[in-house]
């Protein structure tokens, strides 16, 4: 069927004529997959560059020459075979027989490359940039520098770890959570000269104080700060005063209580408290978020409806795996664990295999004994349910 030519003109095709590439939909992806990775931001060979218009087309001779296939050194590379040196992609599969038609048509029609074109390579380059992380903290004088030097020095001589956060930034790891009680309250005085790059600190299980703690007080870098397994109470985070950036701080198995939780509510940065295995109360931590919405306090609660919930899952597959018959339907000897049926949930065990293939053979005949046992079983779960009811709720409604 043959298109009036009036709906031909409006949408752009008259007859006989090929449709008009777009740039944006039908060439960039094909040279950001394809080509770019070779001829991009970070690499052109050959001196070839296929992420911009102003590489890609110059106003000089270039690989690409608008309305010239026979010019374009682009068209004869794409189009050669594999195996042929100078075959562009250099490395993968060739390009597919609709993207080099797409791509030679692109040219052929004036190898136009609008703005958008430009926008959208440039999108695409800042989807790829790995975020730099340098935690805000400026290049350190010489003399701070080698003060934190030696102090790294003095700790990873100890068996601390102490590792830089990344390449392009000054922050500082550390780690002393593997010394356990080795390490306490004067070893604080190195990690104090940390300082100005201090942004992690784990001091779980170690034998640092309520007294000791106050070491830390200026750490105006300091993210991220354990105390889980220690023996620091609502003194120790008194001492350590108000941590100007501190995010996340882990309590868990600490001695901090309710009075120690409220002094948190002023650390401006803080987001994320563990106090798992704590004495802080679920009345506290609700009071401080409601005041603080962007804080969230975790007491674990979930880890031990998790575990519950496991636990039931454990008991109720050793039930379904457990025989609900003491004796052999067919004989009346002890069943083996080794010959049994399911039906329904209701495992039934035989002693051997002729007894239970005599009861395949002819199920409907032990029909009575199987009715028995699912009201056995029925009751017992009835039972197991009503025990772990709490007193006093049985049969109540809200």
């Given at each position: 069927m043959r298109l009036p030519a009036c709906l031909l003109l409006l949408v752009g095709v008259l007859p006989g004529q090929e449709p008009t590439i777009d740039f944006v939909r039908d060439v960039a992806p094909v040279l950001q997959e394809r080509c770019v990775s070779c001829h991009g931001a970070d690499k052109q060979k050959g001196d070839l560059r296929l992420d911009g218009r102003a590489h890609a087309l110059p106003e000089e001779s270039g690989s690409i020459v608008a309305g010239d296939l026979e010019a374009s050194e682009f068209v004869?590379?794409?189009e050669l075979p594999d195996g042929d040196d100078e075959r562009m992609p250099e490395e993968g599969p060739s390009l597919t027989a609709e993207q080099i038609a797409a791509l030679k048509k692109w040219i052929q029609q004036g190898a136009n490359w609008p703005a958008e074109g430009d926008a959208w390579f440039a999108a695409e380059r800042k989807k790829r940039e790995i975020p730099k992380i340098d935690f805000g903290i400026a290049p350190l004088d010489s003399s701070t520098q080698a003060r934190i030097d030696a102090a790294v020095a003095a700790l990873r001589l100890k068996g601390v770890l102490c590792l830089p956060v990344a390449s392009d930034t000054p922050a500082l790891d550390v780690n002393a959570s593997l010394l356990g009680a080795a390490f306490g309250d004067s070893d604080l005085e190195q990690v104090a000269q940390l300082g100005p790059a201090l942004v992690w600190l784990n001091l779980a299980r170690t034998s640092v104080t309520d007294e000791g703690i106050a070491r830390l007080q200026s750490m105006p870098e300091l993210r991220r700060l354990s105390l889980a397994n220690t023996a620091i109470g609502d003194r120790g985070i008194a001492a350590?005063?108000?941590?100007?950036?501190?995010?996340?701080?882990n309590l868990y198995g600490s001695k901090v209580t309710d009075r120690g939780l409220v002094?948190?509510?002023v650390w401006p940065a803080l987001v994320k408290v563990f106090a798992f295995s704590t004495a802080v109360t679920e009345a506290a931590a609700n009071a401080i978020v409601a005041r603080k919405p962007s804080m969230a306090v975790d007491r674990g609660e979930y880890a031990a409806q998790r575990m519950a919930a496991a636990e039931r899952e454990v008991a109720?597959?050793?039930?379904?795996?457990?025989?609900?018959?003491?004796?052999?339907?067919?004989?009346?000897?002890?069943?083996?664990?080794?010959?049994?049926?399911?039906?329904?949930?209701?495992?039934?065990?035989?002693?051997c295999g002729k007894c239970k293939k005599k009861y395949e053979d002819d199920p409907a005949a032990y029909a009575a004994k199987v009715e028995a046992l699912r009201q056995k079983r029925a009751a017992e779960e009835a039972s197991r349910q009503q025990a772990e009811v709490p007193a006093g709720k049985s049969g109540q409604l809200p």
């Open positions: 004869r590379r794409i350590l005063g108000v941590p100007s950036k501190l995010e996340s701080l002094q948190l509510e109720e597959r050793r039930r379904r795996e457990t025989p609900a018959n003491d004796t052999c339907f067919v004989n009346g000897e002890k069943p083996s664990v080794e010959h049994f049926v399911d039906l329904d949930n209701l495992r039934i065990a035989f002693c």
